[in-house]
């Protein structure tokens, strides 16, 4: 049976690191690294649930093109929710997708504080720009993922840098 199994999930300051490992049919899609990403505020304090969620967004889409499953210990519920409904969309969409399906030991369910605050995908192009235009008065925090649009290699670090000025530069 074809498998994806996160674990290891770990939070230090601003860096999020976690083990990914596959089934063999799978490996050619992985490397021995774990999974990386950095965040500009501290991330320590977030519940493992949700600091799943970059790993999962993804692998998952490699899993269901090849009808494996994606283990995890726990996940945010409204993710796993959200998540279900991506597959579905895309399955109906692309043939080659095969689903499966993902497990968690747990799933919680956050009580957000109240407020009003709001996020907004920010690639610097010009639907997320337009997006900011139309919301800009919800200050939204612009959310910007390297590896989307902009590779984690070196050669494009200039790229990057270039998205945060813009997302400085829109700001103000």
């Not at 290891?8 to 999974?35: G, M, Q």
Request: with cysteine; aromatic share 8%.
């Amino acid at each position: 049976m074809s498998s994806i199994i996160i674990d290891e999930i770990s939070a230090n300051d601003d860096r999020l690191e976690c083990s990914v490992r596959s089934s063999t049919d799978l490996e050619r899609f992985f490397t021995d690294e774990p999974f990386r990403t950095s965040y500009d505020v501290p991330i320590e304090d977030v519940p493992a649930g949700v600091l799943a969620i970059p790993v999962l967004a993804q692998v998952c889409p490699v899993a269901w093109a090849n009808g494996a499953d994606v283990y995890v210990d726990e996940v945010d519920a409204t993710f796993a929710r959200a998540l279900e409904d991506v597959q579905a969309s895309l399955c109906e969409m692309y043939d080659f997708l095969e689903g499966g399906t993902l497990y968690a030991r747990s799933t919680i369910e956050p009580e957000p504080e109240p407020g009003d605050e709001s996020g907004l995908l920010f690639t610097g192009g010009v639907d997320s720009t337009c997006s900011y235009v139309r919301h800009r008065e919800e200050s939204p925090t612009l959310i910007s993922i390297r590896g989307w649009t902009i590779t984690p290699d070196a050669a494009d670090d200039e790229k990057w840098a270039a998205l945060l000025r813009a997302r400085l530069a829109i700001r103000c």
